[in-house]
């Protein structure tokens, strides 16, 4: 499920180790896709068959899932910048644990991560990422079900990387961020009513550059509020099409002229599991209204979709593309006074298992944003790929590359960065 609100965007959210940011921040839309329709938009392959390993740990009605990976990491560009490029190696962890209970009709799942980037010669750049939260589902009645969210987060701002202030590199900023969601779906026959909302307040740490000065983010807080609705009508046991309609409220405690309010509306048609696929279209339009006169008034087409292909029980692929409005809020030569955003973007991944013991993913994709208060555009690229081997039932060798671009038309944003890991991985 991807957020309702990001400082740092992914267009896909491909695996658990890196994901591709964009550039800018995300102009708030719930996940409906998820929320306010009756079929699951679930990536896992229906062909798969059940694994006979013995996995998680049953803890009363729980069922644990820990996972730990920890290995040496190279990353070829650590301030993320295209002038003289620093490297070094790093001691990278990341565990996580997932906590399942399914009582019928309520089913609950916790779960909390951790990514930790220690590096050799640079602590200036250690990262320390972080993310926990819940899912709780409650099945009222078969036709009328609940859903809520929340979580909890703290990670570094990808729209920063790469930034050069008063002649120095900037360290990485990082920002804490909370959201909680609430969703009612019910059905009619073949008619179906969906309702959402959900609240996120982001708060960005101060920090500083390579020449020691203190660079203040608090201009940046901010809340946001959401509410969405969607009609939508089964054509086919399998094939449905909705109507929908979002509003969003952002509030800067610090800067109120990025202060701003929108909207968007769209239609379009989805689909279960029809043979080997399954997936949801739309297209409709958007707009954000903001405080300042600076800013304006922004609108853009408003279209999106999502696939996920099955060929085979092994083999799972997924890709998305979809168009947003935004607001980059970061304060920077190329951004002297911030600037709404459009940006078009997508994503692909393919999940393989190779054999028992081998399994692979590859995964890329591509965003273009145009900021619409300067001349400043930002075409980005992401690519990376995954090979573990099952040393024993639980544990594998994990080797793991990212390569991240940035090709701007203001020189200093520009970058190329190699990320490679290899390690261990172990699943209780």
Do not use: C
């Not at 899932?65 to 910048?81: R, W």
């Not at 002297?336 to 298992?353: M, Q």
């Amino acid at each position: 499920m991807k957020p309702l609100f990001a400082s740092q965007a992914g267009l896909l959210a491909f695996g658990l180790v890196y994901s591709f940011p964009s550039v800018a921040q995300i102009v708030p839309t719930p996940d409906t896709g998820s929320f306010l329709t009756p079929r699951s938009s679930s990536q896992v392959n229906p062909f798969d068959a059940p694994s006979r390993e013995y996995t998680g740990l049953s803890v009363g009605s729980w069922m644990l899932y820990p996972t730990l990976f920890t290995g040496a990491a190279f990353d070829s560009n650590i301030y993320q910048n295209n002038g003289k490029t620093v490297s070094d190696v790093a001691w990278r962890t990341a565990p996580s644990l997932i906590a399942v209970r399914n009582a019928g009709i309520q089913k609950t799942l916790l779960y909390g991560t951790g990514d930790f980037m220690v590096y050799g010669a640079h602590s200036a750049v250690d990262q320390v990422n972080g993310k926990g939260g819940f899912t709780h589902i409650w099945e009222a009645q078969r036709d009328l079900i609940f859903r809520f969210t929340g979580d909890a987060s703290r990670q570094v701002d990808a729209s920063t990387s790469g930034s050069v202030l008063n002649g120095a590199y900037l360290r990485p900023v990082y920002y804490e961020q909370y959201q909680t969601t609430a969703s009612v779906l019910k059905s009619f026959d073949r008619f179906f009513v969906g309702l959402g909302g959900s609240f996120q307040n982001s708060s960005y740490e101060n920090t500083s550059n390579t020449a020691h000065q203190t660079v203040t983010q608090a201009y940046r807080d901010n809340n946001v509020v959401t509410a969405s609705g969607r009609l939508g009508y089964f054509i086919t046991p399998l094939l449905y099409s909705f109507v929908e309609s979002t509003g969003n409220w952002a509030n800067y405690y610090n800067s109120s002229s990025y202060n701003s309010e929108g909207y968007k509306v769209s239609g379009g048609l989805g689909t279960d599991r029809i043979s080997l696929f399954k997936g949801e279209v739309y297209a409709g339009y958007q707009q954000q209204f903001y405080k300042s006169a600076a800013f304006g008034d922004v609108g853009a087409p408003a279209f999106g979709g999502k696939l996920f292909w099955y060929p085979t029980q092994y083999i799972t692929v997924s890709a998305n593309v979809d168009e947003t409005l935004g607001t980059a809020t970061f304060v920077s030569p190329s951004n002297p006074n911030g600037s709404a955003t459009k940006t078009t973007g997508g994503g692909l991944k393919v999940d393989y298992t190779l054999s028992e013991v081998w399994s692979a993913n590859a995964r890329g994709g591509y965003s273009h944003a145009t900021y619409v208060n300067n001349s400043r555009v930002d075409d980005t690229w992401s690519a990376g790929a995954t090979l573990n081997y099952r040393i024993w039932r639980n544990f594998s060798a994990t080797l793991d590359y990212q390569f991240s671009a940035v090709d701007s038309n203001y020189a200093a944003a520009g970058y190329v960065r190699h990320i490679a890991s290899l390690g261990v991985t172990y699943k209780y």
